[in-house]
């Protein structure tokens, strides 16, 4: 059963890269886990990687969190539609509330940690830390420092934005930037490898995959693609 959510709507390209993420997830962990899997999308959004996850494994039980309460009840609906039991989304503050349902056999956050500051980043790592069982996996993708489209993206590189309003015409990336309902939660803290793995590791987890893909970020905007790293880690120290 295909389900389309909100975001899917608007770039397929983007949802194709959704896809083969999906699928590496469930070659590199889902299958040798088995079925019956707790899962938890952090930063869900609309629900796309849950709804994606499920068509492949519908025995699983998926929890999806996201602090945006349109997309959660957005999510909720499609579920409510679709009579699926097997999931929830529910609207949170990660950084402010404790998540209280535990014991996930897998996290993911795709896309998340780039929105908040170092300060923040600890917190929803403590956050995971709490939850993700012993050997549990997460997987965390956000895209590279050096991405061209980043430094367009961020709010702070002004003339590069202008440079490519310009070049490009009619104000692509304000006019993504609108689309997206760009807040305070913009991309504030892009990191590299190093510091997720330094992150990570404080909290018990060490990194065992990590791959790049490159996705464009709207239909319109072909010319600049968004890089991005993936990240699988496990959970190997419950003291940490």
């Given at each position: 059963m295909e389900i389309t959510t909100h975001n899917e709507e608007k770039d397929e390209i983007w949802w194709k890269e959704i896809e083969k993420r999906i699928d590496?997830?469930?070659?590199?962990?889902?299958?040798?886990?088995?079925?019956?899997?707790?899962?938890?999308?952090?930063?869900?959004?609309?629900?796309?990687?849950?709804?994606?996850?499920?068509?492949?494994?519908?025995?699983?039980?998926?929890?999806?969190?996201?602090?945006?309460?349109?997309?959660?009840?957005y999510a909720n609906k499609i579920v409510k539609k679709h009579n699926l039991k097997n999931m929830g989304f529910i609207h949170k503050d990660v950084v402010k509330e404790e998540i209280k349902i535990k014991n996930f056999d897998l996290i993911i956050s795709s896309e998340v940690f780039e929105h908040f500051y170092d300060g923040e980043k600890i917190k929803i790592m403590?956050?995971?830390?709490?939850?993700l069982k012993l050997n549990g996996h997460l997987l965390i993708t956000t895209p590279t420092p050096n991405s061209f489209f980043r430094l367009a993206y961020?709010?702070?590189?002004?003339?590069?934005?202008?440079?490519?309003?310009?070049?490009?015409?009619?104000?692509?990336?304000?006019?993504?930037?609108?689309?997206?309902?760009?807040?305070?939660?913009?991309?504030?803290?892009?990191?590299?490898?190093?510091?997720?793995?330094?992150?990570?590791?404080?909290k018990g987890f060490v990194l065992i995959k990590t791959w790049p893909s490159a996705v464009f970020q709207s239909k319109e905007f072909r010319p600049i693609t968004k890089k991005i790293m993936n990240f699988i880690f496990i959970k190997i120290n419950p003291f940490a």
């Open positions: 590496c997830v469930y070659r590199k962990i889902i299958k040798n886990k088995g079925k019956k899997l707790k899962v938890l999308d952090l930063g869900c959004g609309d629900g796309v990687n849950i709804f994606r996850l499920n068509e492949i494994n519908s025995q699983a039980e998926y929890i999806g969190i996201d602090f945006d309460k349109e997309k959660i009840e403590n956050n995971i830390s709490k939850i961020e709010s702070h590189c002004w003339p590069i934005r202008k440079l490519v309003n310009f070049v490009f015409n009619n104000n692509y990336i304000d006019r993504i930037l609108n689309d997206f309902k760009y807040t305070r939660y913009h991309h504030v803290g892009v990191c590299d490898k190093k510091y997720y793995q330094k992150l990570a590791y404080r």
